[in-house]
């Protein structure tokens, strides 16, 4: 008996590194290719904590507001319902570093596996090393109206530049101390993050590149390892 021949396969994607890899670039671009969802955290929060008031909510509203992350239990919550909510419109998602704790691994590589199927779910881990890492920080610059807009310095982007989101924003250093947000950020991804890619590893859904490359070359790796392990089913050049 032949296969139902889908011409839109859906894909669960989650792309994974340290802060500063790149990896909310490649996230964006592969879910722009793929028509997908992109999945980040702490904008999904934000809408579901506008959008609920039980006293679970209500606390992780308190940790955000003083630059906590949210804790894992509670993010796991709201990724997997936002997840079904995708899957049940028929989109491939991207997720742009969850999940972020080995409890959130644990439980959603599971989740993910049922809803799409093991053979579409995969994670890409962009693997950059720290010297690479705090060369790239020293140059990053952000909007002055939203730090989300982050770029670095180069031929296009300087300090004193209009935001090229266009939002009237202008590039600047960001105020608060980088290097300890950088040491606190990295903490949490060697003690957290990385247990939680060896989840992926586990499950053999894990696919590491080399970060420390251009935008374009990265991309263009990640394409390749994908068509090799989907097959046809991968959109090439996504
Ligand atoms: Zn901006």
Same mark, same amino acid.
């Given at each position: 008996m032949n296969e139902p021949i889908s011409s839109k396969n859906k894909f669960a994607i989650s792309v994974m590194g340290p802060p500063g890899s790149g990896k909310g670039t490649q996230a964006q671009i592969l879910a722009g290719g793929l028509e997908a969802f992109h999945f980040v955290t702490s904008v999904e929060g934000k809408k579901y904590i506008a959008a609920h008031d039980d006293p679970e909510t209500k606390r992780q509203e308190v940790r955000y507001k003083k630059g906590l992350l949210f804790e894992s239990p509670w993010t796991l919550r709201v990724v997997q319902e936002k997840t079904q909510r995708v899957f049940e419109d028929g989109l491939s998602i991207v997720y742009d570093?969850?999940?972020?704790?080995p409890l959130e691994a644990e439980k959603l590589i599971p989740f993910l596996i049922k809803l799409f199927g093991k053979e579409c779910v995969v994670a890409v881990e962009l693997k950059v090393g720290e010297a690479e890492l705090r060369s790239r920080l020293s140059k990053r610059r952000v909007c002055s109206l939203d730090h989300s807009h982050a770029f670095i310095d180069s031929e296009n982007h300087?300090?004193?530049?209009?935001c090229p989101k266009m939002d009237g924003g202008v590039l600047q250093?960001? @105020?608060?101390d980088e290097s300890a947000l950088f040491e606190t950020r990295m903490g949490e991804f060697r003690n957290l993050t990385i247990p939680a890619i060896e989840f992926f590893h586990k499950e053999d859904v894990l696919i590491v590149i080399?970060? @420390?490359?251009s935008i374009e070359n990265v991309r263009r790796d990640i394409d390749e390892a994908f068509a090799k392990r989907f097959g046809k089913r991968w959109p090439r050049g996504v």
């Amino acid at each position: 008996m032949n296969e139902p021949i889908s011409s839109k396969n859906k894909f669960a994607i989650s792309v994974m590194g340290p802060p500063g890899s790149g990896k909310g670039t490649q996230a964006q671009i592969l879910a722009g290719g793929l028509e997908a969802f992109h999945f980040v955290t702490s904008v999904e929060g934000k809408k579901y904590i506008a959008a609920h008031d039980d006293p679970e909510t209500k606390r992780q509203e308190v940790r955000y507001k003083k630059g906590l992350l949210f804790e894992s239990p509670w993010t796991l919550r709201v990724v997997q319902e936002k997840t079904q909510r995708v899957f049940e419109d028929g989109l491939s998602i991207v997720y742009d570093g969850s999940p972020r704790t080995p409890l959130e691994a644990e439980k959603l590589i599971p989740f993910l596996i049922k809803l799409f199927g093991k053979e579409c779910v995969v994670a890409v881990e962009l693997k950059v090393g720290e010297a690479e890492l705090r060369s790239r920080l020293s140059k990053r610059r952000v909007c002055s109206l939203d730090h989300s807009h982050a770029f670095i310095d180069s031929e296009n982007h300087h300090i004193g530049d209009l935001c090229p989101k266009m939002d009237g924003g202008v590039l600047q250093k960001r @105020e608060i101390d980088e290097s300890a947000l950088f040491e606190t950020r990295m903490g949490e991804f060697r003690n957290l993050t990385i247990p939680a890619i060896e989840f992926f590893h586990k499950e053999d859904v894990l696919i590491v590149i080399n970060g @420390e490359q251009s935008i374009e070359n990265v991309r263009r790796d990640i394409d390749e390892a994908f068509a090799k392990r989907f097959g046809k089913r991968w959109p090439r050049g996504v």
